[in-house]
């Protein structure tokens, strides 16, 4: 895992079931409707690494944002 510097399809496939599963895209605009801007954090260093890529993946198409999302990195 200290090594990883991708997530393997096969998990990324079974995280995206997962969430989309238990995670109500409509409910979540609600909840952040005044927000201006999101920020993910994780223990994972290398984004491509991380869940957090893909959760902020299906968060920004969902909600249709034009920006890119931006890591920061130490």
């Not at 510097?5 to 605009?29: E, G, I, P």
């Not at 969902?62 to 920061?72: A, D, I, W, Y």
Request: glycine fraction near 2%; include cysteine.
């Amino acid at each position: 895992k200290v090594n990883r510097t991708s997530l393997s399809d096969q998990f990324v496939a079974s995280y995206m079931v997962d969430v989309r599963h238990n995670f109500d895209l409509n409910v979540f605009k609600v909840q952040i409707r005044d927000c201006q801007k999101m920020v993910l954090f994780c223990v994972e260093c290398a984004p491509n690494a991380c869940h957090r890529s893909v959760a902020a993946n299906l968060i920004r198409d969902g909600l249709s944002v034009q920006e890119p999302t931006e890591h920061l990195m130490p």
